[in-house]
């Protein structure tokens, strides 16, 4: 029954109103059981029968010893030392003592007699500085009845008209907590989904972050299932190609379709080639892997920039070479040298000349430019090829995203794996890597990466 948390935290508000008016009933039981109505009672009356006395204008002690009678009460006149001078008693009645202030009793007035009878009275003092006490025994009284009719009616009335409301409060409090988290539960066990939506954000401010890191969390999960789907799509679409040739050229030599030696050898050239083709993919999608993991093989050392990026142009000399391309290296002198893996580095700038020398008419320059900008290390890769539209940029790293046709008229390089696995690599280092271009006017690669530390 009080399963959900709804109802269980309804249940414990329930309790806690419960708890608090029985001590608030605690609370008044003993404030009347140090003054129940009783006593308040005779006390007004003692205090009248005193105005009378006082108001009476035949002699006081007349007036106190008819008085004392008339209404069963004792009078008493003290003088200014506190010394008693008349009492209405008899002679065989004990005589009262002058009151004294108890702190314990707090404002109940009591006073004793020699014999140790409990007396409440009403003392004024007088034009003459003398007192006057009225006084009668303490009344006894049943703590039952004091809790009958003092206590139970009124708390029994106040007391259920405040449980009822505070249970109402408690009911739409509980529903405005308990029901934005219904609504996760719900929309939580929908997933996955790519129809699970977002939900409504409402509730108190903690539930309302809980809720916006809930409906980031269904946004991520829907694109990671979109990702792993356009992912197996897209090895499968890559891995089917390959197969689809180095199968048929197989078939060709097993059949004798390949009749030469010509024929044979262009048959087991394109199985090579295709073979060759699938295992550089199968390596990237394991590296893609390894740093996504974070178990790849990263080792930091120093790395001195200049040497790295004269490097990548002695490699790429003869490829430049055939291209009529031009590429160049400038740093900037007296550059510190950056905490990296030199070998992970060198296939991130491969990559980008690589894609630059495909990229570049003849006749072009690719510049590969190292500074040291804001505490960082920026090496930037540039060409002045056909350039990128805005929207190829915005995918320009995802994986298996290939803009070949908008830069090259149409012809088709790799998987699209290289620019993602070298974005993967700068952050691997803690850096960044960004893009820059214009169609027609050429592309700016930057790489921002952090210093050894001195």
Do not use: C
Request: net charge neutral; hydrophobic share 45%; no cysteine.
């Amino acid at each position: 029954m009080f399963s959900s948390l709804r109802s269980r935290l309804w249940l414990s508000y329930a309790f806690l109103i419960v708890t608090a008016l029985g001590v608030v009933a605690v609370i008044l039981f003993f404030s009347l059981l140090r003054s129940p109505l009783l006593y308040r009672q005779t006390i007004e009356r003692l205090n009248a029968v005193q105005q009378v006395v006082i108001r009476d204008s035949s002699p006081l002690i007349d007036s106190a010893k008819r008085t004392a009678l008339t209404f069963d009460v004792r009078i008493a006149l003290y003088s200014q030392g506190k010394q008693l001078l008349w009492d209405t008693g008899s002679a065989t009645d004990s005589t009262i003592n002058f009151p004294v202030k108890r702190l314990l009793l707090g404002k109940l007035p009591l006073t004793r007699d020699a014999k140790g009878s409990s007396w409440l009275y009403s003392l004024q003092q007088l034009p003459d500085k003398t007192y006057l006490l009225v006084a009668t025994p303490r009344p006894r009284f049943s703590v039952l009845g004091l809790f009958t009719g003092d206590l139970l009616p009124i708390f029994l009335q106040s007391g259920s008209i405040a449980l009822v409301l505070s249970l109402i409060v408690a009911f739409i409090f509980a529903r405005w907590l308990a029901d934005p988290l219904q609504k996760m539960i719900v929309a939580a066990r929908g997933m996955p989904s790519a129809e699970a939506k977002p939900v409504e954000v409402q509730g108190p401010h903690e539930v309302q972050e809980l809720m916006r890191a809930f409906n980031a969390m269904v946004s991520r999960t829907q694109a990671s299932q979109k990702s792993q789907r356009d992912f197996v799509a897209n090895v499968s679409h890559e891995l089917k190609t390959p197969l689809t040739s180095i199968q048929g050229f197989s078939q060709a030599i097993l059949d004798g379709t390949a009749e030469t030696e010509d024929e044979r050898r262009q048959a087991a050239q394109v199985i090579y080639d295709e073979s060759a083709r699938m295992h550089r993919l199968v390596l990237d999608l394991l590296d893609l892997a390894k740093l996504d993991s974070g178990t790849a093989d990263i080792t930091m050392t120093s790395v001195n920039m200049a040497a790295l990026l004269n490097s990548i142009v002695e490699k790429f000399a003869p490829q430049s070479h055939t291209a009529g391309v031009e590429i160049k290296s400038v740093v900037e002198p007296g550059l510190p040298n950056a905490l990296a893996d030199g070998d992970r580095l060198s296939q991130v700038f491969t990559n980008l000349v690589d894609n630059a020398l495909k990229f570049t008419p003849q006749g072009g320059l690719i510049q590969l430019r190292a500074a040291l900008v804001k505490g960082e290390l920026l090496v930037s890769v540039q060409d002045n090829g056909a350039g990128m539209s805005p929207e190829v940029q915005a995918h320009i790293f995802e994986r298996f995203y290939q803009a070949d046709a908008s830069r090259s008229g149409g012809e088709k390089h790799g998987a699209g794996l290289g620019l993602a696995i070298a974005h993967e690599i700068v952050q691997a280092h803690g850096g960044r890597i960004s893009v820059r271009s214009r169609p027609g006017e050429g592309t700016v690669f930057e790489v921002s990466l952090p210093l050894t530390k001195n």
